[in-house]
């Protein structure tokens, strides 16, 4: 539970221009909420995620020309694979969710619970494959362990 309220406040803008968090700020957000070792992940593992993927900015969005996909938020959720933004082909839409309900304040009838669930099961499954469609950055975090 504690999961999907922490996966909530990174997904989704406390504001209009979303929130950028400083590492220090987020670590500790994840920390109070019992992240630090959840499923097997450390804190190091998310921040260090967030840094790359967003430089911990909640309302980041980066278009991709190559497959015209879009990632969104702190976590940079990918609209080829695991929501549905409505303009990039072939999305395969893994979540079941609208890229947009993960930047609303208001999520839809969809739930936040369900919509959160959903993508935190999703990326525990692939980060636990290893898949490079969710952590493009592992080398960069496992090299900075050493």
Same mark, same amino acid.
């Given at each position: #539970?504690?999961?999907?309220?922490?996966?909530?406040? !990174?997904? !989704?803008? !406390?504001?209009?221009?979303?929130?950028?968090?400083?590492?220090?700020?987020?670590?500790?957000? #994840?920390?109070?909420?019992?992240?630090?070792? +959840?499923?097997? +992940?450390?804190?190091?593992?998310?921040?260090?995620?967030?840094?790359?993927?967003?430089?911990?900015?909640?309302?980041? #969005?980066?278009?991709?020309?190559?497959?015209?996909?879009?990632?969104?938020?702190? $976590?940079?959720?990918?609209?080829?694979?695991?929501?549905?933004?409505?303009?990039?082909?072939?999305?395969?839409?893994?979540?079941?969710?609208?890229?947009?309900? !993960?930047?609303?304040?208001?999520?839809?009838?969809?739930?936040?619970?369900?919509?959160?669930?959903? $993508?935190?099961?999703? #990326?525990?499954?692939?980060?636990?494959?290893?898949?490079?469609?969710?952590?493009?950055?592992?080398?960069?975090?496992?090299?900075?362990?050493?």
């Amino acid at each position: #539970m504690k999961a999907l309220l922490i996966l909530g406040l !990174l997904l !989704l803008p !406390l504001a209009a221009h979303g929130k950028v968090y400083e590492r220090c700020e987020l670590a500790r957000a #994840m920390k109070r909420l019992g992240l630090d070792g +959840y499923r097997g +992940y450390s804190l190091g593992h998310w921040v260090c995620t967030a840094r790359y993927e967003s430089d911990f900015n909640t309302s980041a #969005m980066n278009y991709n020309p190559g497959d015209q996909s879009t990632d969104y938020g702190i $976590l940079q959720i990918n609209s080829r694979w695991w929501c549905n933004d409505g303009k990039t082909p072939r999305a395969k839409n893994a979540c079941g969710i609208q890229c947009s309900d !993960l930047s609303s304040p208001k999520t839809p009838a969809l739930g936040l619970k369900t919509t959160l669930y959903s $993508l935190l099961k999703l #990326m525990l499954t692939v980060h636990i494959s290893n898949s490079s469609a969710i952590n493009p950055y592992k080398h960069l975090v496992t090299s900075q362990k050493k």
